[in-house]
C-alpha cells in the first residue's frame, strides 16, 4: 500500500490517496520517516524490550505475550500485540504451558479389591462412622507432589493427611495412620477408597482392620 502511494502521490497526492483507501496520511509519513532513518525503530524496539522484560520479571517469568501486552495498555504504552510477541521471541521470553493433567488414578478391573460398603451413599449419623479417602496432585515451584487425604463424612473434614513426592504405598498409610491417632476410634468404622492399580487405599482398607474392632 505504501508503495502504491510512493507511485501515484506526485499524480493524486498522498491526502487524496490515503482519503480513497481510508488510511490516515500519518501512517504514510511514519512510513517514510523510518525509512529515511531506521534507528528510530530500533531505538524504540529497545526501549520496549526493556519494559516487556521488566512486566515479564515483575510476574514471575510466568506471562506470555498476551498477558505482558495487556499489562503493557494498562500501564499506557501503546504498543500492537504482534510486536511484544515479535520482541519476547527475539529476548527468547516465553510464558508458562500448563502441562498435561497428572493421572494419579489407574484402574485395573484385574486386580482384587475389598467389598463396597458405601453404595455410592456418602452419609454418616455420627463422627468415626464413615471415612473416606482419596489422594491427589497440588502443583509447586519445584514440581507436583502427591496428597492424600482422609475425610470423615459426618463433619466433611479432613482428619489425616501426608504429602509424598512420589504415589506410593506407605504415604497413603501414613495418613491413615495420622487420622486413627488424632480421632482414636471406637467402635466400627468404615473406610471407603478409590479402586486403583497402585493398590495404597485397598491396603489401607486392610489396615484398617488391624486398629478398630
Same mark, same amino acid.
Given at each position: 500500500?505504501?508503495?502504491?502511494?510512493?507511485?501515484?502521490?506526485?499524480?493524486?497526492?498522498?491526502?487524496?490517496?490515503?482519503?480513497?483507501?481510508?488510511?490516515?496520511?500519518?501512517?504514510?509519513?511514519?512510513?517514510?520517516?523510518?525509512?529515511?532513518?531506521?534507528?528510530?525503530?530500533?531505538?524504540?524496539?529497545?526501549?520496549?524490550?526493556?519494559?516487556?522484560?521488566?512486566?515479564?520479571?515483575?510476574?514471575?517469568?510466568?506471562?506470555?505475550?498476551?498477558? =505482558?501486552?495487556?499489562?503493557?495498555?494498562?500501564?499506557?504504552?501503546?504498543?500492537?500485540?504482534?510486536?511484544?510477541?515479535?520482541?519476547?521471541?527475539?529476548?527468547?521470553?516465553?510464558?508458562?504451558?500448563?502441562?498435561?493433567?497428572?493421572?494419579?488414578?489407574?484402574?485395573? %478391573?484385574?486386580? %482384587?479389591?475389598?467389598?463396597?460398603?458405601?453404595?455410592?451413599?456418602? &452419609?454418616?449419623?455420627?463422627?468415626?462412622?464413615?471415612?473416606?479417602?482419596?489422594?491427589?496432585?497440588?502443583?509447586?515451584?519445584?514440581?507436583?507432589?502427591?496428597?492424600?487425604?482422609?475425610?470423615?463424612?459426618?463433619?466433611?473434614?479432613?482428619?489425616?493427611?501426608?504429602?509424598?513426592?512420589?504415589?506410593?504405598?506407605?504415604? =497413603?498409610?501414613?495418613?491413615?495412620?495420622?487420622?486413627?491417632?488424632?480421632?482414636?476410634?471406637?467402635?466400627?468404622?468404615?473406610? &471407603?477408597?478409590?479402586?486403583?492399580?497402585?493398590?495404597?487405599?485397598?491396603?489401607?482398607?486392610?489396615?484398617?482392620?488391624?486398629?478398630?474392632?
Amino acid at each position: 500500500m505504501t508503495r502504491f502511494i510512493e507511485e501515484h502521490r506526485q499524480i493524486y497526492g498522498v491526502g487524496s490517496i490515503c482519503r480513497v483507501l481510508s488510511i490516515a496520511p500519518s501512517a504514510y509519513y511514519a512510513y517514510r520517516a523510518r525509512q529515511k532513518n531506521p534507528c528510530v525503530r530500533n531505538q524504540k524496539d529497545k526501549e520496549l524490550c526493556h519494559e516487556i522484560r521488566r512486566v515479564w520479571k515483575d510476574n514471575f517469568c510466568v506471562y506470555g505475550a498476551r498477558k =505482558v501486552w495487556h499489562q503493557l495498555k494498562r500501564e499506557g504504552l501503546d504498543v500492537a500485540r504482534c510486536t511484544v510477541e515479535r520482541l519476547m521471541r527475539q529476548m527468547g521470553l516465553k510464558g508458562v504451558i500448563r502441562g498435561k493433567g497428572v493421572r494419579t488414578t489407574r484402574s485395573d %478391573p484385574a486386580r %482384587p479389591c475389598p467389598q463396597d460398603l458405601v453404595q455410592r451413599q456418602f &452419609h454418616a449419623p455420627a463422627p468415626n462412622r464413615l471415612w473416606v479417602s482419596d489422594f491427589t496432585y497440588v502443583s509447586t515451584w519445584l514440581g507436583f507432589v502427591y496428597v492424600a487425604f482422609i475425610i470423615d463424612v459426618f463433619a466433611r473434614v479432613i482428619v489425616g493427611w501426608r504429602v509424598s513426592s512420589t504415589a506410593h504405598t506407605d504415604f =497413603v498409610l501414613d495418613a491413615l495412620e495420622q487420622a486413627l491417632c488424632q480421632r482414636q476410634p471406637e467402635g466400627k468404622v468404615t473406610h &471407603h477408597s478409590d479402586r486403583g492399580c497402585q493398590g495404597g487405599f485397598n491396603r489401607s482398607s486392610q489396615h484398617l482392620r488391624l486398629y478398630v474392632v
